[in-house]
């Protein structure tokens, strides 16, 4: 009776977002909803964060997307849809024209879902954020999506964080970057890239010209990883943040950041994090590096000192 209750909403002619979360909704419901939103005109939002739609629920969702042409936003963050639901998913995207921005996190879809969604990817034309955190995505499931970033010409945000991605697949999504031409924010974190993963990254950011945005917070990079980064940097012109949490780099890895900030001259100032609190020469393009600590700096006129701008 709720979940019909749920559903007649789409009915109304203004409706433009619908949120319904922590477990309202099952694989019936969803399957309500997804019969109502094959005809709906109005609405642009559909937010069923953390409900039990399930596989199930996923595909009644995903027949409507094949058909709906108005909404723009599904978030289905913990859902428990798993592999079978992200194919449902990938068939979706490959005929949906319309929906920009796709939340999976916490779902469990693992490589075959992430292979699901990549075949999807590659023949899509609208998506341009797709969040894919804590899925359990290994290397095969990065290799897939990264075979998808070659093809897929609108994806601008990838959220890949919390799963478990070594130097293998990140690779993989390395070759990608030197490709792509759209994507401007990649999310690695907590992932098991490490040393020789970073320096995968650190080639890929010599040569891409579009990412605007990189964490590879809690990836055990170490100096090692940071000085390859940090070489990257004296080539890269568009990267704007670079987060490092987490990551046990030391003097020798920050050293390298200042190396390559005195060698980018895109621009005279910037802001600086570092979790040492240490600051270095700049004049670069990179408008914030993060580590761990919450203190800001600005680099003054004279290129050598940092001035702190923030409350202790």
């Known amino acids: 009776m709720a979940n019909q209750a749920i559903a007649n909403f789409l009915t109304l002619p203004t409706l433009t977002t619908l949120k319904v979360g922590f477990k309202c909704i099952r694989a019936i419901g969803a399957q309500s909803l997804g019969a109502a939103l094959q005809h709906n005109t109005t609405l642009t939002t559909i937010d069923l964060w953390y409900n039990k739609i399930g596989h199930l629920g996923a595909q009644c969702l995903c027949d409507a997307l094949q058909r709906n042409t ?3 936003t599904l978030d289905l963050d913990q859902n428990k849809i798993r592999d079978i639901g992200a194919q449902s998913l990938g068939n979706a995207l490959q005929l949906n024209t319309t929906l920009t921005t796709l939340k999976l996190d916490q779902n469990k879809i693992g490589d075959i879902g992430a ?5 999807g990817l590659k023949y899509n034309t609208a998506l341009t954020m797709l969040e894919l955190g ?20 609108t994806l601008t945000t990838l959220d890949l964080g919390g799963n478990k991605i070594t130097r293998i697949g990140t690779q993989f999504l390395g ?15 907590h992932n098991k890239i490490g040393i020789v993963g970073a320096q995968f990254l650190g080639i890929a950011l010599q040569h ?26 004296q080539h890269n012109t ?14 020798l890895g920050a050293r390298s950041f200042g190396d390559a900030l005195q060698h980018n001259t895109a ?10 609190q ?11 590096i993060t580590c761990s600590c919450t203190q800001y700096y600005n680099l003054p006129d004279d290129g050598r000192s940092c001035e702190a701008n923030c409350a202790e």
């Open 208 to 233: 891409n010209r579009k990412l605007a945005a990189l964490d590879l917070c809690g990836n055990k990079i170490g100096d090692l990883g940071a000085r390859s980064l940090g070489d990257a940097l």
């Open 278 to 288: 240490l600051c270095f020469p700049n004049a670069i393009d990179q408008t914030e």
């Open 267 to 276: 621009i005279a100032k910037k802001r600086y994090d570092y979790c040492e």
């Open 115 to 119: 292979q699901s969604l990549g075949n």
């Open 238 to 251: 568009t990267l704007a943040k670079l987060k490092l949490g987490q990551n046990k780099i030391g003097d």
């Open 134 to 153: 804590s899925n359990r995505i290994r290397d095969i499931g990065a290799q897939s999506l990264a075979d998808a970033l070659q093809y897929n010409t």
């Open 175 to 189: 070759d990608a970057l030197q490709r792509n031409t759209t994507l401007t924010a990649l999310d690695l974190c």
């Open 70 to 72: 108005t909404l723009t």
